[in-house]
């Protein structure tokens, strides 16, 4: 049975999520070490863990190539990456452009393959690679393409990132591959999953997680004792069964792909993972 605000002292949010994780990590002596997200996407959290020295390395692993080239452009081709991001126009017709290189990626360079990515999460609503620019293609609606893509703030927060390069390794593989291989070292690191909905996965992503897949995953979590975590999911009937033997916490959101409603989404941990007593506090960057 799910708790609602349980001792586990997450206050809820997305944005709240990595000084959780920092207390996670120090109350189970994990601060300081390896931090992996099996599905990272844009890894938010475990890049602002590894700024506040709260994690040494991140092993960030995505099977979606077009997310693992925006992440191997930007710490491998950094100069040619900032390049198209100063010299390209935010406008829809170069956002056709910048659709027809990520829709045929295979007839490109890894920068250009990456900076389609980046452009497409930057400039399309709830920054879904698959979905239309934010605005519309007339660009009718109350805000226009650019909204989201200030390029000197871009250019900063890529500078910055590819500064902490030797810090971060990248993998493009199934989930469960991923942490097959991470569960052979000597001591694995912590595990940070966020894999896509159950109810809104195959509409947001390109690589939709199916029953079967969230099935595995709560399996091979499950019989792994030795490997600590925290999952992240959309509050749904499946997930409670399937993790029914974790400690399951209910955390109040607001919703913002496409509508803004209030809704909660599950927190769960495993019972062997230490659950921190201390407040989240705020993260400290240098
Ligand atoms: C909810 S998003 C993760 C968001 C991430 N936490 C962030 O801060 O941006 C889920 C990610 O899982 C990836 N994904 C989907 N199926 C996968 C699979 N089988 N193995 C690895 N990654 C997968 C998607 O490409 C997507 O980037």
Redesign the pocket.
């Known amino acids: 049975m799910a708790t609602i605000f349980s001792p586990l002292r997450y206050p809820g949010g997305?944005s709240a999520i990595a000084p959780y994780l920092a207390a996670l990590l120090r109350a189970n002596n994990y601060s300081g070490r390896v931090f992996a997200?099996?599905?990272?996407?844009?890894?938010?959290?475990?890049v602002k863990l590894l700024y506040a020295a709260e994690a040494e390395h991140l092993a960030l692993?995505?099977?979606?190539q077009a997310?693992c080239d925006l992440w191997l452009a930007i710490l491998g081709e950094t100069e040619e990456f900032l390049k198209l991001l100063r010299d390209t126009p935010v406008t829809v017709e170069e956002w056709s452009k910048q659709r027809a290189i990520w829709e045929k990626p295979e007839h490109h360079e890894l920068a250009a393959r990456g900076f389609a990515t980046f452009f497409l999460n930057r400039t399309n609503r709830s920054g879904i690679l698959r979905g239309r620019p934010i605005g519309g293609l007339d660009q009718s609606g109350a805000y226009p393409i650019t909204a989201r893509y200030n390029k000197a703030n871009l250019e900063k927060r890529i500078l910055r990132l590819a500064k902490w390069k030797s810090r971060i390794s990248i993998s493009c593989?199934?989930?469960?591959d991923?942490i097959e291989a991470l569960a052979a070292l000597p001591r694995p690191p912590f595990l940070?999953l966020?894999?896509?909905?159950v109810g809104q996965?195959r509409h947001?992503?390109?690589?939709?997680?199916g029953h079967e897949?969230h099935e595995s995953l709560a399996t091979w979590l499950r019989a792994h004792s030795r490997i600590p975590w925290v999952l992240t999911y959309d509050d749904h009937p499946i997930i409670h069964e399937l993790y029914s033997w974790a400690h399951i916490t209910q955390i109040p959101i607001r919703y913002s792909a496409q509508t803004k409603r209030k809704a909660t989404e599950l927190l769960i941990l495993p019972p062997w993972v230490t659950v921190p007593t201390e407040e989240a506090r705020p993260l400290c960057y240098s």
């Open positions: 997305k997200e099996p599905f990272a996407g844009g890894a938010g959290a475990a692993n995505d099977v979606d997310i593989l199934d989930a469960l991923f940070f966020d894999p896509p909905y996965g947001l992503y390109m690589n939709a997680f897949q």
